[in-house]
């Protein structure tokens, strides 16, 4: 990743990704390429065509707040789409985050992870790695070939399409949160590496990067077809550790009384002694591929 070239290409995408009828133009016949022209565009933002066409070259890098608002108009960008947007233009913005160095949990959330043995629970990195989860996580994604990441987890395990219900979805999902992670830090070398390899290995991944889409979901439904217990479907909810740089706690559960909560005590009844008391933790360096680990 170029982080001097990240702001023209998001722009470059964003325009290739809005149709003329949604930014409101007049229907003009059919065009080679899709998307709106870079004159349409200056012409709806109120800037010049040369100005604009700096911004997409990455010849102008610092637009002022109001040319930023209204390109997010003239894309119809989102509140988080927004934000990385600005994000991109004024670099002060990015939260400071050590840079290439191993991330680890705190003893106190290990500990509370040990003591969850009924629903999935596991701690993310900023570069959505897998830095620690509990025994209920680890049945759950037991069935995966990667899980130290989430994105090598949906995008290099031959599993995974089988394994997630909606996988186009949950592609889609992770990799707008990984491009929210590379605006707040487009230098870290560990996060290039991972971007690199997934562009290596997955066409779909390649597609889906390039459209620069960015999403940040504090809750989130999932659902899975598990080998030994069935479907299930599960609420996601991320809580923010303050003790770690960009660390979440994510902990999984299924409404009361539901099929999934019943798949879900099946899954625990599996486990030793219901899990209880089992956790894992990845304090490895970042960026490293780590096939069939114990845990996810």
């Given amino acids: 990743m170029d982080s001097d070239k990240l702001l023209g290409e998001f722009l470059h995408a964003r325009r290739m990704a809005t149709s003329p009828r949604q930014a409101g133009l007049a229907h003009s016949g059919p065009r080679r390429t899709p998307g709106l022209r870079r004159e349409e565009v200056a012409v709806l933002a109120g800037v010049s065509l040369d100005y604009y066409a700096r911004l ?103 599993e995974a399409e089988d394994f997630y219900a909606d996988w186009e979805r949950a592609a889609f999902v992770k990799t707008a949160q990984l491009r929210r992670a590379a605006a707040t830090d487009p230098d870290d070398p560990a996060l290039a590496r991972l971007v690199a390899e997934l562009r290596a290995h997955s066409e779909v991944f390649r597609t889906m990067w390039e459209r620069h889409d960015v999403g940040t979901q504090v809750a989130e439904d999932k659902s899975f077809r598990h080998p030994e217990v069935g479907e299930m479907s599960l609420a996601l909810h991320r809580l923010i550790v303050t003790s770690g740089s960009g660390q979440q706690l ?29 956790a894992r933790s990845r304090w490895s360096r970042p960026g490293q591929a780590r096939a069939a680990e114990p845990g996810f």
């Fill in 250 to 278: 994510c902990i999984m559960a299924a409404p009361p009384g539901s099929l999934s909560e019943q798949a879900l005590a099946r899954l625990a009844a599996t486990l030793p002694d219901g899990g209880s008391g089992a």
């Fill in 56 to 158: 997409e070259q990455g010849r102008e890098r610092r637009p002022s707040d109001q040319v930023l608002n209204a390109l997010a108009r003239v894309f119809q960008m989102d509140g988080d789409t927004t934000d990385y947007l600005y994000r991109l233009a004024y670099p002060g913005l990015r939260s400071p985050a050590p840079i290439d160095m191993p991330e680890r949990v705190s003893p106190t959330l290990y500990g509370i992870l040990a003591g969850w043995n009924h629903v999935p629970a596991f701690v993310l990195g900023r570069r959505l790695d897998v830095l620690a989860s509990n025994s209920m996580a680890d049945a759950l994604y037991g069935g995966l070939t990667y899980r130290d990441n989430c994105l090598r987890m949906i995008f290099l395990s031959p």
